[in-house]
């Protein structure tokens, strides 16, 4: 049965302030994982089954997204953090802003401050949005996935059920959307392997033998 989105996150925060009146502290150990995927490279897909079989949450697009927005006009997410948790958030904030050159608007705060948020309560994969590069100073696994241009083309024909032609198109604004996402919010280019600690070829590698992979690197 699907949740709603609000019942998700809604979990999430309640999860989170019971630890914080536990006093369970974050993991010392990598427990977060960053996916950032070429369209049609089965990155959601990898994504679904690390989470599963680490028995991690996962945070996508639309979860993160609905976050912010909430996040905009309430301080419950950081706040489940403890009084130290959300100054080393703040301060790890501050510290992108500077290391990055950047001139954050009102989104971008947000998002810092909820990626941080959640790498900070651990066990999670989050996909996208940049997490590779918000979490610089947590102890992640930043992971990029990639396939040929051909593979990822029937992908995405088979999804939306285009032609070949229009899927083309479609995976090449995707993909150009998200490199200006992360070129305006972290000023960074996303086709740089130095930016991730595993780059996985689904061209070469079932879904399966990645999440295997991206297991062992967490060993």
Same mark, same amino acid.
């Given at each position: 049965?699907?949740?709603?989105?609000?019942?998700?996150?809604d979990?999430?925060?309640?999860?989170?302030?019971?630890?914080?009146?536990?006093?369970?502290?974050?993991?010392?150990?990598?427990?977060?994982?960053?996916?950032?995927?070429?369209?049609?490279?089965?990155?959601q897909?990898?994504? /679904?089954?690390?989470?599963?079989a680490?028995?991690?949450?996962l945070?996508?697009? /639309?979860?993160? /997204?609905?976050?912010i927005?909430?996040?905009?006009?309430?301080?419950?997410?950081?706040?489940?953090?403890? /009084?130290? @948790?959300?100054?080393?958030?703040? *301060?790890?904030v501050?510290?992108?802003?500077?290391?990055?050159?950047?001139?954050?608007?009102?989104?971008?705060?947000?998002?810092?401050?909820?990626?941080?948020?959640?790498?900070?309560?651990g066990?999670?994969?989050?996909?996208?949005?940049?997490?590779?590069?918000?979490?610089?100073?947590?102890?992640a696994l930043?992971?990029?996935?990639?396939?040929? *241009? *051909?593979?990822?083309?029937?992908?995405v024909?088979?999804?939306? @059920?285009?032609?070949?032609?229009?899927?083309?198109?479609?995976?090449?604004?995707?993909?150009?959307?998200?490199?200006?996402?992360?070129?305006?919010?972290?000023?960074?280019?996303t086709?740089d392997?130095?930016?991730? *600690?595993?780059?996985?070829?689904t061209?070469?590698?079932?879904?399966?033998?990645?999440?295997?992979?991206?297991?062992?690197?967490?060993?």
């Open positions: 049965m699907n949740r709603s989105i609000h019942k998700i996150i979990e999430h925060i309640k999860r989170w302030e019971m630890q914080k009146k536990q006093g369970v502290s974050p993991a010392t150990t990598c427990n977060v994982i960053t996916i950032s995927r070429e369209r049609g490279s089965h990155g897909q990898v994504a /679904e089954a690390l989470a599963q680490l028995g991690f949450d945070f996508h697009h /639309e979860i993160l /997204e609905s976050m927005k909430e996040s905009q006009n309430t301080k419950v997410l950081l706040e489940t953090l403890d /009084e130290k @948790g959300m100054n080393i958030v703040d *301060d790890l501050a510290a992108l802003v500077h290391e990055h050159h950047l001139w954050p608007d009102e989104y971008s705060k947000v998002l810092l401050r909820v990626l941080n948020t959640i790498g900070r309560h066990n999670a994969v989050i996909l996208g949005r940049g997490a590779n590069f918000a979490l610089k100073n947590i102890n930043r992971v990029r996935i990639v396939a040929p *241009d *051909d593979l990822r083309r029937k992908v024909q088979q999804e939306l @059920g285009l032609n070949a032609e229009d899927a083309q198109k479609m995976m090449v604004s995707t993909d150009a959307n998200r490199t200006a996402f992360i070129r305006r919010y972290f000023n960074a280019d086709q392997p130095a930016n991730y *600690d595993l780059v996985l070829n061209g070469t590698l079932s879904i399966e033998k990645a999440v295997s992979i991206i297991q062992s690197a967490l060993a």
